[in-house]
């Protein structure tokens, strides 16, 4: 989508851009949303920069950058180094943040909350701490929801899910997206896109969260139900699943984490295109349709939306596409990309 004129290896602020890269990454595992965005967009900018950005000053002058992106530019044009990333790879309580957010449903915050209580181990935690029924499954599961899924592992859950479905209507579609779709060896959780032709979103909702996961539930498929979240963006469930031993006595299989995303047939499209991700390529093709006086987002793609000086939304502008998820790259004017090439 970013016009590459040059090659990675010549842009004159590669090695900033590498290293503000690696700060970026730790700042997202820490579940540090924001500092990751600024990270990212600073980097943006310098991506487009014809000159080695060398001075705080020089930085500043810059769009996206603010005080303190400025000096870390600074020193990392001056010293091929950033102190702060170094220090954030060695500090025992960063090391413990990164532990805390890594365990299910716990962000920046509760992490930082823990982190100032003195706690130093994810057991400590569990022994000390007063936790909510996720947090404790988060915590009783860590290992397994950390533990990336074997793409063979994920069809398995996938047929599942779809078996059981076509057993109360075999109208209904169940579209494994996230990672897998992208084509990846492992996935992170197993992400399945439900949908059913010519259907709207409550009699979908209706099925799935009257029929389905109780059905799934009593099977001993599902294992924990986490989440609903069901905003004017659709509703996705977040629970856990876990595959039958091959044999009564065998290990028992990890305990996994699914997500249902309930999608009505009109929107299939846009959800298509918001659930295959990547997070990186989304926000990429939003950023894109932002510039065309559009607006896309996991329900469809917009037109005529007008916006502000500071490029908040006036109106919602009129929807043009929806359904289709080749015919949002063609209006937004972007070749087709299929779900293996959307790594940004
Ligand atoms: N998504 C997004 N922005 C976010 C989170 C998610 O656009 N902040 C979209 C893109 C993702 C998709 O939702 O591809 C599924 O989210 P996951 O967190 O499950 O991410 P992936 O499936 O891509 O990776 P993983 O293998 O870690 O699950
Ligand atoms: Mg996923
Ligand atoms: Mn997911």
Not at 103 to 121: F, H, L, R
Not at 226 to 245: F, Y
Request: proline share 5%; hydrophobic share 35%; aromatic share 8%.
């Amino acid at each position: 989508m970013q016009k590459h004129t040059s090659g990675k290896a010549e842009n004159p602020n590669a090695t900033t851009i590498a290293i503000l890269q690696q700060m970026a990454d730790y700042y997202g595992k820490i579940g540090d949303e924001w500092r990751t965005r600024a990270y990212r967009k600073a980097m943006g900018t310098l991506r487009n920069h014809p000159a080695k950005v060398w001075t705080r000053a020089e930085a500043l002058a810059l769009p996206q950058i603010g005080e303190r992106l400025a000096t870390k530019i600074e020193e990392i044009a001056y010293t091929n180094r950033l102190r702060r990333l170094e220090n954030a790879k060695a500090e025992p309580s960063d090391q413990t943040l990164q532990a805390f957010t890594q365990i299910y449903g716990v962000g920046y915050a509760q992490a930082s909350k823990w982190v100032d209580a003195g706690y130093k181990t994810v057991d400590e935690v569990l022994a000390k701490a007063e936790l909510t029924t996720n947090q404790w499954i988060g915590i009783e599961h860590y290992e397994d929801f950390n533990t990336r899924i074997p793409r063979a592992e994920v069809e398995r859950h996938g047929a599942v899910v779809k078996k059981t479905l076509h057993k109360i209507d075999p109208a209904f579609e169940v579209i494994v997206g996230g990672s897998y779709r992208r084509g990846s060896a492992t996935s992170g959780d197993i992400d399945c896109i439900i949908t059913r032709p010519n259907t709207g979103a409550g009699r979908i909702r209706e099925v799935i969260l009257g029929q389905l996961i109780p059905k799934l539930l009593a099977q001993n498929f599902l294992v924990a139900e986490l989440a609903i979240t069901s905003r004017d963006d659709g509703s996705k469930w977040h629970g856990a699943s876990q595959l039958p031993p091959s044999t009564p006595d065998a290990t028992p299989l990890p305990w996994r984490r699914i997500d249902f995303l309930l999608v009505p047939s009109d929107e299939l499209g846009a959800a298509l295109i918001y659930f295959t991700g990547n997070d990186i390529f989304n926000r990429s093709m939003r950023l894109l349709a932002g510039t065309k006086g559009m607006r896309l987002n996991q329900r469809g793609l917009y037109k005529d939306v007008i916006r502000g000086k500071g490029r908040e939304k006036l109106s919602e502008g009129t929807l043009v596409e929806g359904k289709d998820e080749r015919r949002i790259f063609e209006v937004l004017g972007v070749p087709w990309r299929p779900p293996e090439h959307r790594i940004c």
